[in-house]
């Protein structure tokens, strides 16, 4: 009775002093992930007995086994000893427990995103059952938490983003370990597709934003650590989205798109077609009494005459919408380098050969065209891309009185 008295107050200071800064004790017998956790407790216990100084040697390892078997239920020790300074207690399950089997519970996601799942946790189960070893059912009731420690041990590297929640069921056959996955915030809660182009208009490209939309919905509601483990899968399938589309498909555009998960995902594409190059605006004039707003057109067809050299055939057609007079030109155009163009054109009506530059400076940068015609006259512009669609510029022609104007733009 007095054993037990003390095994009582010993297990107390062991709950509250799980530390013991000195006296170690040896578990054999338990599983491994387990066996640390089994080891502070039981020093605890230990150095609370040698503190004591009542006991003699066996008796101080009998109060230590007795212990150790009413805190760690569901084993027993079989045997208990000194290997140097250290006490060793050496443990079996009470019962022997049938095999433990595991089941994975996968969340209900929309494919493809529910394949990558699987990809993740295949062969997770078996790895998860051979880390539970002989683990009696009723050593449940003090080593969960370390059980659940161990399983998101297991899951993390795999599923980044996804707790795992356990759920132990006894059956006939032996007990069962479901593991069902939740997701943690933060969560991607919307995507933004942004499609750029230098060969595609406006008005083309919102239709793939759409297409964009639809096929990353999957991935919306999902945790951005996971999301991000998977960005690369991401932009393949937005890019082969993309390139089932009769647009890109017709032209022959090559796609390449950059995903940054995020709770406010951005999906950026490319889409560049090496064979068409077309483009629409808008554009309306500031400061001049001789210019109207006007609408054009751009479609060309490229080729490369020389390895290097992008080299393109081309059309432009300008509406003035005051007496909808119609502008023609002509030409061919190449890029030395990258982001300069240089070309010759024929424009209508007239019959007047102009030679052409541009210099491109992309979203967010300046820019600078200018023609130059047999007769010497001028026409030339300076300007600066707002965004994927608008642009202003100063805009100069040498024919008209008012030489020297402001230029809006919009792309469609």
């Not at 297990?11 to 066996?35: K, T, Y």
């Not at 209900?108 to 189960?125: I, K, N, T, Y």
């Not at 709770?263 to 210019?291: C, E, H, L, N």
């Not at 065209?369 to 040498?398: F, K, M, P, Q, T």
Request: glycine share 8%; aromatic share 10%.
């Amino acid at each position: 009775m007095i054993l037990r008295a003390v095994a009582v107050l010993v297990l107390a200071a062991a709950l509250l002093f799980p530390d013991p800064g000195g006296a170690a004790v040896v578990i054999e017998g338990a599983p491994l992930w387990l066996r640390k956790r089994m080891e502070r407790s039981a020093a605890t216990v230990w150095a609370e007995i040698r503190q004591d100084g009542s006991s003699s040697a066996s008796d101080g390892l009998r109060l230590l086994s007795l212990v150790a078997e009413r805190v760690f239920a569901g084993y027993s020790v079989v045997d208990s000893f000194y290997r140097g300074e250290d006490a060793v207690l050496r443990l079996r399950p009470v019962e022997r427990t049938a095999s433990w089997r595991v089941e994975i519970f996968q969340p209900q996601l929309a494919s493809p995103v529910g394949g990558w799942f699987r990809e993740d946790v295949s062969g997770l189960g078996e790895k998860i059952r051979t880390h539970l070893g002989d683990l009696p059912v009723d050593a449940l009731s003090w080593a969960d938490t370390p059980l659940k420690e161990l399983i998101d041990t297991l899951c993390s590297p795999r599923l980044p983003g996804w707790s795992a929640s356990l759920l132990v069921r006894l059956e006939q056959e032996g007990p069962i370990l479901r593991v069902s996955f939740i997701p943690r915030p933060p969560f991607v809660l919307a995507v933004v597709p942004r499609v750029s182009s230098d060969t595609l208009p406006v008005m083309l490209r919102s239709d793939l934003n759409e297409n964009i939309l639809r096929t990353l919905s999957p991935v919306v509601g999902l945790p951005i650590e996971w999301v991000s483990a998977h960005s690369e899968k991401v932009e393949e399938m937005a890019a082969e989205s993309l390139r089932q589309t009769n647009i890109v498909g017709n032209t022959r555009s090559v796609v390449d798109v950059s995903f940054k998960p995020a709770q406010i995902a951005t999906a950026d594409a490319f889409v560049d077609s090496p064979k068409y190059s077309v483009r629409a605006w808008v554009a309306a004039y500031a400061g001049s009494d001789t210019k109207y707003p006007e609408i054009g057109l751009h479609a060309g067809r490229k080729f490369l005459p020389v390895s290097g050299w992008d080299m393109e055939l081309y059309g432009e057609w300008i509406l003035t919408a005051n007496d909808f007079t119609l502008e023609s030109r002509w030409g061919i155009r190449w890029s030395p380098w990258k982001n300069v163009l240089a070309g010759v054109e024929q424009a209508y009506p007239g019959n007047v050969t102009w030679y052409r530059l541009w210099i491109e400076g992309g979203v967010r940068a300046p820019y600078l065209w200018w023609r130059v015609s047999e007769d010497g006259d001028h026409h030339a512009g300076a300007g600066y891309r707002l965004n994927r669609r608008i642009s202003l510029e100063i805009y100069y022609d040498g024919r008209d009185d008012d030489k020297i104007s402001i230029r809006a733009l919009s792309d469609l």
